[in-house]
């Protein structure tokens, strides 16, 4: 039999061991994710990725795909399910892209106008965060952060540092630096640092690079999210 | 002979904002007079009405809320207007007024007008005639129901020609890529 599968309507091939988000990238197919990174192992916390397998949701990025499974993605519900949870997002944290100098490279964005987000619904929580900029090239700005923890298993599982972590549960979770004083520049934290390059969001930032592409000419804003293969690569 | 169509009447205002959306809106340019084939305008800083007429059929909102009176005129549209439209990232959330949201309103008024550089004898405003400013800056949708939305700081010409052609089509306003920005 075929290793195959059906993503609204469309056959799908997979290798064992694939997981459904896997398996339909490969086949040029988009599923919306944020904490999800083709080099990481999945972590399956945004659920931006959730289909529904065989009328059941679940998340694409950590379900193996499996002959004659029947997934649907694209379909208005679970787009309004996605859609509300990345308001959630906007909402939770201080996300004002046109103070942004991630703006038009943003993940969050990106997806958020993929999925028509037209505004963010719900009452702003307006946290108050700090900014890190004790390291010389790196700037830390908790405000964007949605918690997708690529930082912290870029830095634990490639760099082998662990300079990143989630502290707190629920609704306090926050990222931390893991130093004494928690400042970025008290660890061995570096520009060249796999975990430097894959913030899906604008909180990681070089230094004194900030608007070297001008707005208008950034990666989403020559092609929308969907068509743009591994969103985080080349920034 | 068909009677001329009604047009529609259109409302704008700036709460806090800056004008950087009713500019962007005047750069639809030429357009402007095709739409005035349209509509006409109630209420606005373009006409200087001060007043929203009752059954005005589109409002236009920029700008959050930063004090009583940005509440009041919101209401205002509200009761009045048939569909309500906010434009621009403060109107959407907060945007750069929102920025002083994690900061006590005192505090921001006592350095403003008593401890900042080069102040002496400085006293917080406190005119009756000036509206009160509320503790945080709110997104219009946290006070009434909106209808339409158009993201960006400023959003474009084309956006906002896009949603307003939509309408009065009398279809659902739709941003495709490249129209839809919220920087």
């Known amino acids: 039999m075929s290793h195959t599968f059906t993503l609204d ?12 988000i896997q398996a339909a990238s490969a086949a040029g197919v988009f599923i919306p994710h944020l904490c999800y990174h083709p080099e990481f192992k999945p972590h ?10 065989n009328g059941r949701h679940t998340a694409s990025c950590t379900m193996r795909a499996a002959v004659g499974m029947v997934v649907e993605s694209e379909t208005e519900e679970i787009n309004a399910e996605r859609r509300a949870l990345t308001q959630m997002l906007f909402v939770e944290g201080n996300h004002f892209c046109p103070s942004c100098e991630q703006s ?11 999925l028509g987000m037209m505004s963010a619904h719900y009452d702003h929580f307006f946290p108050n965060r700090a900014v890190d900029a004790s390291h010389p090239e790196v700037l830390l700005d908790f405000n964007r952060c949605i918690l997708c923890s690529l ?7 490639v760099d082998g540092k662990n300079v990143f972590a989630l502290s707190g549960r629920g609704i306090k979770t926050h990222l931390i630096v893991n130093a004494k004083s928690g400042q970025l520049a008290d660890t061995d934290f570096t520009l060249a640092d796999k975990a430097a390059q894959v913030c899906p969001v604008g909180v990681i930032l070089t230094k004194r690079r900030g608007f070297a592409v001008p707005i208008g000419e950034r990666k989403f804003d020559k092609a929308p999210i969907s068509e743009t293969a591994e969103t985080t690569e080349g920034r | ?13 700036s709460l806090a904002g800056c004008f950087g959306c009713h500019m962007s809106f005047l750069d639809i340019d030429e357009r402007l007079f095709t739409l005035l084939d349209h509509i006409e305008f109630d209420r606005s800083p373009l006409t200087d009405i001060k007043v929203v007429s009752p059954g005005t059929d589109i409002g236009i909102i920029e700008g959050g809320l930063c004090n009583a009176e940005n509440v009041h005129v919101l209401r205002e549209f509200r009761q009045n207007c048939t569909t309500l439209i906010a434009i621009g990232a403060c109107a959407i959330n907060g945007g750069l007024p929102a920025q002083r949201n994690h900061l006590p309103l005192t505090a921001i008024l006592e350095e403003v007008y008593h ?9 917080i405003p406190n005119d009756p005639e000036l509206p009160l400013p509320l503790n945080k ?6 006070v009434v129901k909106i209808d339409y939305f158009i993201p960006g700081c400023p959003p474009s010409a084309d956006a906002i020609w896009k949603v307003l052609t939509d309408l009065l089509a009398g279809k659902e306003p739709e941003l495709g890529h490249g129209l839809m920005h919220y920087d």
């Open chain 1, 151 to 157: 930082c912290v298993r870029a830095s634990r599982d």
């Open chain 2, 1 to 13: 002979m068909n009677a001329p169509k009604k047009k529609l009447k259109v409302a704008t205002t």
């Open chain 2, 137 to 142: 800056v709110h997104p219009i949708h946290e």
């Open chain 1, 9 to 20: 309507g469309k056959v799908i091939p997979f290798t064992e061991g694939q997981t459904i």
């Open chain 2, 115 to 123: 401890t900042g550089h080069g102040l002496a004898n400085g006293m």
């Open chain 1, 104 to 114: 038009g490279n943003c993940q969050l964005q990106a997806t958020a106008y993929h």
């Open chain 1, 44 to 53: 399956g916390s945004c659920k931006l990725c959730t289909v529904k397998v």
